[in-house]
């Protein structure tokens, strides 16, 4: 079954973005809530955005924010930047997983991680949590977006509060999937 694309988005090279895995505006808000906090005790802010979603990057440049983005593939970081109307200039982009590629501990104010969960591994969740734990800075925080059924919130909760404290759970969607993707706002432990 193929979703339908949502408004003011397209195919593009063949990338669907579509209206379960694309960010609403009430989602948006939260994201760039917790960006603007974070510019106002960090003016040099690093980010990390998991997953190539351009809303989350285009909020980056437009808060001017120096953003990393990981992706599997770059070019799907490329053709999701078709989506974007603003650039971000001060954008690294890297290719694989954030679990082997070398990035340096405690390098990060910020991560980002929209639906990407997805894309790991049942038997890599762990070392993705510690991963993230391990280089974001001390006094950063994740905002991860995920599809969370009922049935598995406790387990996937628990997964999550090894490595940090939930600091803020909502539910922003709206419409059908609104109880499946909560925002989680979460510091290190």
């Given amino acids: 079954m193929k979703l339908p694309l949502t408004k003011g988005t397209s195919e593009s090279d063949g990338h669907h973005h579509t209206a379960m895995t694309k ?3 009430s989602e948006m808000s939260v994201f760039e809530n917790c960006l603007k906090e974070l510019v106002r005790q960090k003016s040099d802010a690093r980010i990390l955005i998991l997953g190539c979603s351009p809303e989350l990057r285009e ?3 437009r808060m001017n924010i120096r953003a990393t983005v990981i992706a599997n593939d770059l070019e799907v970081i490329e053709r ?3 989506l974007m109307k603003k650039k971000n200039k001060a954008e690294e982009w890297l290719e694989g ?3 082997r590629l ?3 501990k405690a390098s990060f104010d910020m991560i980002f991680s929209d639906h990407i969960l997805s894309n790991v591994a049942p038997f890599n969740t762990e070392k993705f949590y510690e ?3 391990e280089i974001l ?3 950063g925080s994740v905002v991860m977006r995920s ?3 009922s049935k598995t919130a406790k387990l996937f909760e628990s997964r999550l509060t090894k490595y940090f404290n939930i600091v803020e759970k909502k539910f922003a969607k709206t419409g059908v999937f609104a109880d499946y993707f909560p925002i989680y706002s979460m510091k290190p432990k």
Avoid: E, G, Y
Wanted: aromatic share 4%.
């Fill in 147 to 149: 599809l969370v059924f």
């Fill in 23 to 25: 960010p609403c505006d």
């Fill in 102 to 104: 070398p990035l340096k």
């Fill in 80 to 82: 999701t930047s078709k």
């Fill in 59 to 61: 909020l980056a440049a």
């Fill in 97 to 99: 997983d954030i679990i």
């Fill in 131 to 133: 991963r993230m734990k």
């Fill in 137 to 139: 800075r001390d006094d």
